[in-house]
């Protein structure tokens, strides 16, 4: 089992930034994937990034690309989403996801359903 934790969200206006942060705890050894993805209430969860834990290889969705940066620390116990350049639209609960599936092929990591374990998500809200 994988236990997460979401924090830093908050209110920030248009252009400014925000790092969240996903503590893991438990059977981290065991994740090949770590993820963020948003969710507005009555639509589908939504990908954001993804970095492979044992690369570090990272995949944003067009979305973010340029203005998110996804990281973990050495231990491999943390993620980080780092953004900046926020925009009204970016505006979400957004959770952070562990998976134990390896996804060789690289055709599965901004799909939820293949992650296990879930945050409890962190709200995210960019005025104008």
């Known amino acids: 089992q994988v236990q997460l934790v979401e924090s830093g969200g908050g209110s920030v206006q248009a252009g400014g930034s925000l790092r969240l942060s996903c503590a893991a705890s438990?059977?981290?050894?065991?994740?090949?994937?770590m993820g963020w993805f948003r969710q507005t209430p009555g639509k589908e969860r939504e990908w954001v990034a993804t970095i492979r834990t044992r690369t570090s290889i990272t995949y944003y969705d067009n979305s973010v690309k340029g203005r998110f940066s996804i990281s973990q620390n050495n231990a491999k116990t943390a993620v980080y989403l780092q953004m900046n350049s926020l925009h009204p639209e970016d505006t979400d609960m957004y959770y952070c996801?562990?998976?134990?599936?390896?996804?060789?092929?690289?055709?599965?990591?901004?799909?939820?359903?293949?992650?296990?374990?879930w945050g409890q998500g962190t709200q995210v809200t960019v005025s104008s």
């Open positions: 996801a562990a998976s134990t599936r390896p996804d060789p092929y690289g055709t599965t990591y901004a799909t939820p359903r293949v992650y296990d374990y």
């Open positions: 438990g059977a981290t050894r065991s994740l090949y994937l």
